[in-house]
């Protein structure tokens, strides 16, 4: 069973997921491969990118580095 959030679609993490969803298909790269470089499980990611999932500053961190930008760059095009 997924370990949902209690803030579950909240919009900041609506807006941090679309973020993650918009540099990956900039990149392109599928949720599985982004998943891959991440080191991350791939339906963890697509519940980040939907705003089912709080992200972790661990995940956020390694999902930055596999896009090739930044924490700081996500968060900014999150538009918060």
Known sequence: MPNL???RQ???LISI???IKRA????PLSQEELALKANIDRSHL??????DNN?????LARIAH???TT???????AQL
């Open 66 to 68: 596999a896009l090739d």
């Open 24 to 27: 990956r298909l900039a990149y």
């Open 71 to 77: 924490i700081t760059k996500l968060v900014e095009d």
């Open 17 to 19: 997921g679309s973020a």
């Open 46 to 51: 697509g519940r980040i990118e939907r705003g």
């Open 10 to 12: 909240d919009p900041i």
């Open 55 to 59: 992200v972790a500053i661990l995940s």
């Open 5 to 7: 959030t209690s803030y």
